[in-house]
Each structure stands twice: as structure tokens, then as C-alpha cells.
């Protein structure tokens, strides 16, 4: 399911690393590991298509031409530095003029004019990477070492979106070699080289022995310390941690939460959890369909739901509760978002009974002229769902609200949508940038998109266009916090948690961490230990 968490526009990624668990037994250079996935991609060209699971292998694969770094700040990639002209429309990079692809081709200002192009080139049917470079025009080349990139208009999250995988440098000579086929054969500039891929069985990277630009975030240079990583697929929940305890693998993601207790405490594996940025989980709330039209139906809602509860129960505690449209990892968050609805059902009461909802027959369910406050809700499959949906339903019945839910898979619950047949649709949304929420609350998604709100507001719609070309990060972070505070006050969404990826690997593993995104290994830095 995590393909369609990043079918959106405007994803950037800011990079921390995570601490992991140290071992007194000796570091050595050399070795490999096995890196479990969790689904099989339809397809890996990052340039073409669009699931997470892709960049989990290909981020040690390309280099970015700019960093970001655990504090957030952009640092030299492939580019040593660059200029943003006043109005916002030009990006001015300077490239290093030293790194060569993995085939031999000297990386250049024509390698980058040909990546992006290629990117927004119409028959490329770019699913995410295109979106990604939002109202992009061209690029021109100024010399062998520097390019300028154009714009339309100003487009405030390019740097964070040239820093992912999905705007990865390419070899122009291998994508020209290979065609259609280049997934099968990819060249990038990165710490490893991508030898073989099979579908549906593995994906094996050996390390890059020229590698010698390596981010200032990484305190040395030189290859990676591995000789080897193979990706294989464990697409059945239930054989992730079998395989992590039998030793046929040594990392592995998304491991659940109950299983996630247990490793946590063994000295014989180390719990990673990884903060997802973007949307948390959330109920989108139906905005024109009666009764969630009133907002003090809305707002009862939110008063009526005891997040910690769900996430002590549900996540085992390991993800923090959500109380607004951002999780607290992304860029321009607003803290004031979590004073606004505390746990309180007897407020939730009040606006229920003002809004004029009682319960006349005694039947512990609240009417109004004649019609029980009944909500449809859709719940998909994954993610625990369906279990939140029953904690929701529990604490709704306490206020006297009925909660009628069907469980559907991803493409009905699409049509379910379209059709408006809804007061409650969950979903999450993955990006470290805040101009993600334009995907979910601009009016222009209302119809086809992602507006499962059902929201057409023009101050919103302002707020949101602002956001996207504000240059100035302090002018944008207020920007964004007008939006944040606008759309609780509205009671368009229910979140309930922020999402956290929830990684183990053995012991032996050391030095592995995870970009802000949250899905992507930096394998530069890891080792295993001497037995």
C-alpha cells in the first residue's frame, strides 16, 4: 500500500540520521547484508514511477545534486553550490566537475539538463518525479559545469525535491543504451552500483570503488564500508520477522507493532523508528454531505476521540498522536495545533445537542427530526484500519454517535470517494514538505483529487498557492501555519497519528540510518561487525 502513500506532488525530503545500536566487537570494511522489502514495485525507473519501496534500494544508487541535512539546511551534492534569482524563477547550479557515472560518463551540465528534461518530458509518463518539479520550464546549459534552471513561477519546494531519489542524475549514455529496459540497468553516481535486478526475488547493489564525494554530513570519504547489499521481498507481514530471527535477513521495515515489542527488547536485534513526514493518519471528514456539513458535528468529533488511547492500544505507543493536518517531522508544523481539541466528551455533547441532536427514543443513539446521527465511514485494510475504526466506533457510541463502517480495498474506496458516498475516509500522506496539504485541501483536487474533504475555500486556496512560491522559509512556516490553523478550525480532518516506520535489524548492523522521508536507508556508513 505504501505505493500509493507517495503517488503526490510536491515531496522533498530533508535527511537525519538516526543513531543505531552499538556493538563493542569491531567494525569491518567489507561484507553485505540482506535488506528485506515489503512490497514488489510494478516498476523502479525513479524517474517513471512512483512507490517508496524503489527508493529503499536506488537512494545509495544516485547522488542528489544538493543535500539536506539533519538540521534541515541544503549542503553541496553534486552541485558545490547554487544561486535563486530574486523572483524565484531561476536556480543557478555550479557542479562539481570531478564525479563519473558508474559506466565511465563524466557527469556534467548535460547530464543534468538531461535528467530533468527527461523527467518532464510528456512521453516519459512520469507518475511522481514530474509533479515533483512542479511548474518547471527548462534548463540551460551555461558552461560544462554550470546550468540554470527555469521556471514558470516560483516553486519553493525545488531544492527539497531535487535532494530525492525521483530527480535522480542519470547517465544519459545508459538511458540512450538501454531504452525501455533502463530499469533493468541503472547508472547513477552514488556509493553503489546497481548489478542485478529480478522482480519479485531480489535486487543486488555492490559497493562503488571510485566514490569519493560523499555529503559533509558523513564525517569521511571513500567507498562504502559494505561490499554488498541484496534487497529481497517479504511481501506477507507475517514472514518479515520470521526471516529477520532465522538470520535470512538482517534489516527489515514496517515490522508490526506487537512484534516490534519483543525485538525491542532483545539484545539481538535493534528497533529503528523512523518518523514519516507529510500527513498523519487521518479521517477526512465529508464537509458537504450532511451531517458532517455542520461543523459542530465536526468539531464533536474531534472532541469525542481519545488519541492516546488509539495509539496505546493500536501502535503499541510507538507513534505519537496526531492533532493536525502535518506530522510533527515536516517542515512549517505548528505546535499550536495540539491545544485545540483535548479529549473532552462533554463538550462534544454540548455541540452535538446544539446543533439539535438528542436522543428522543432512549436507544443510546442521538436523532434529529426523525433520523438517527448515523456515520459511513470507509476503512481500507491496511495499516490498522480497521482496528482504529473499531476504537472509533467505541468512543463515538459514548457521545451517542453510530458508526457504520465497510472495510474496502484502495481502488473501491477511490470510486466510493468520487461518488461522495462518505462521512469519514481515512488515509496518510508522505512528504517533508508543506505543500503537500495543497494536494488534499486546494479546491482545484475536489473533483479527482485528493480533496477528500470535500473543502472549496478561497482564503485557503490563497494561503496554499502562497505557500507553494514563498521563497523566504520564515514567511512560508507563517503561511503555513494560517493553513494548519485554518483547516482545524474548520474541522475538515480527524487525525489520529503520526506515522512511524517501524525498522529492525541485527545486531552485527551498524552505522544504519534513515533520510527524513523516512522509507530510505544511507547505507554509505554501514558496517557489520567481525564475528
Known amino acids: 500500500m505504501k505505493r500509493y502513500l507517495t503517488l503526490l506532488v510536491g515531496v522533498s525530503l530533508l535527511v537525519v540520521l538516526l543513531s543505531t545500536a552499538c556493538s563493542s566487537s569491531p567494525r569491518s570494511s567489507g561484507g553485505s547484508i540482506v535488506y528485506g522489502l515489503t512490497l514488489t514495485p510494478s516498476g523502479i525507473d525513479p524517474h517513471i514511477d512512483a512507490s517508496s519501496e524503489l527508493g529503499i534500494p536506488l537512494t545509495s544508487v544516485y547522488d542528489p545534486l544538493v543535500w539536506l541535512t539533519p538540521e534541515g539546511t541544503f549542503v553541496p551534492g553534486l552541485a558545490e553550490s547554487w544561486e535563486v534569482s530574486d523572483n524565484g524563477l531561476t536556480y543557478t547550479f555550479h557542479l562539481r566537475d570531478d564525479v563519473t557515472f558508474h559506466d565511465g560518463t563524466p557527469f556534467n551540465a548535460e547530464a543534468v539538463q538531461f535528467s530533468l528534461d527527461r523527467i518532464a518530458d510528456p512521453q516519459t509518463q512520469s507518475r511522481k518525479a514530474a509533479g515533483m518539479l512542479g511548474p518547471y520550464d527548462r534548463t ?4 560544462d559545469t554550470a546550468v540554470r534552471v527555469h521556471f514558470e513561477e516560483p516553486y519553493a519546494p525545488f531544492l527539497a525535491s531535487l535532494s530525492t531519489v525521483y530527480l535522480a542524475m542519470v547517465s544519459p549514455e545508459a538511458v540512450e543504451e538501454w531504452g525501455d529496459e533502463y530499469q533493468f540497468h541503472q547508472v547513477g553516481t552514488g556509493p553503489f ?5 529480478v522482480p519479485k526475488d531480489h535486487l543486488t547493489l555492490v559497493r562503488n570503488p571510485d566514490y569519493d564525494w560523499a555529503p559533509s554530513f558523513f564525517d569521511r570519504q571513500g567507498p562504502a564500508e559494505l561490499e554488498e547489499v541484496v534487497f529481497r521481498f517479504y511481501t506477507d507481514p507475517a514472514t518479515r520477522v520470521l526471516a529477520l530471527e532465522s538470520g535470512e535477513a538482517d534489516v527489515m521495515g514496517e515490522i508490526p507493532p506487537r512484534d516490534a515489542v519483543r525485538l525491542d527488547q532483545s539484545q539481538d536485534y535493534q ?5 514519516i513526514p507529510g500527513q498523519p493518519l487521518q479521517f477526512f471528514l465529508n464537509t458537504r454531505r450532511h451531517p458532517t456539513d455542520d461543523p459542530r458535528v465536526r468539531q464533536a468529533l474531534l472532541y469525542a476521540i481519545d488519541r492516546p488511547a488509539i495509539v496505546d492500544t493500536v501502535f503499541e505507543s510507538y507513534s505519537p498522536p496526531a492533532y493536525g493536518p502535518l506530522c510533527r517531522s515536516t517542515f512549517a508544523y505548528d505546535s499550536d495545533v495540539e491545544v485545540k481539541y483535548a479529549h473532552d466528551p462533554d463538550r462534544a455533547v454540548e455541540l452535538l445537542e ?3 441532536w438528542t436522543d428522543t427514543d432512549g436507544d443510546g443513539t442521538r436523532d434529529r427530526d426523525g433520523v438517527p446521527l448515523e456515520l459511513e465511514t ?4 491496511w ?3 480497521p482496528e482504529v475504526g473499531q476504537m472509533l466506533q467505541n468512543q463515538f457510541s459514548h457521545i451517542g454517535v453510530g458508526f457504520q463502517s465497510r472495510q474496502t480495498t484502495f481502488s473501491n474506496a477511490m470510486g466510493d470517494v468520487a461518488a461522495g458516498d462518505y462521512h469519514l475516509v481515512p488515509f496518510l500522506f508522505s512528504s517533508s514538505d508543506p505543500d503537500i496539504l ?3 485541501f486546494h479546491s482545484s483536487n475536489l473533483d479527482g483529487g485528493f480533496n477528500w474533504s470535500k473543502v472549496s475555500d478561497p482564503q485557503l486556496d490563497a494561503w496554499l498557492e502562497e505557500g507553494k512560491g514563498a521563497i523566504d522559509e520564515v514567511h512560508r512556516q507563517g503561511v503555513y501555519a494560517s493553513i494548519q490553523q485554518r483547516i482545524m478550525d474548520e474541522a475538515m480532518i480527524l487525525p489520529v497519528r503520526d506515522y512511524v516506520n517501524l525498522n529492525a535489524a541485527a545486531a552485527r548492523v551498524e552505522g544504519l540510518g534513515y533520510d527524513r522521508q523516512g522509507w530510505f536507508p544511507l547505507l554509505y ?3 557489520v561487525t567481525a564475528p
Open 140 to 143: 540551460e546549459i551555461v558552461d
Open 193 to 197: 552500483i546497481f548489478e542485478e535486478y
Open 271 to 275: 528497533l529503528l523508528t523512523v518518523p
Open 354 to 356: 446544539e446543533a439539535g
Open 378 to 381: 470507509i476503512l481500507m485494510g
Open 383 to 385: 495499516g490498522y484500519i
Open 438 to 440: 495543497r494536494t488534499t
Open 525 to 527: 556508513d554501514v558496517s
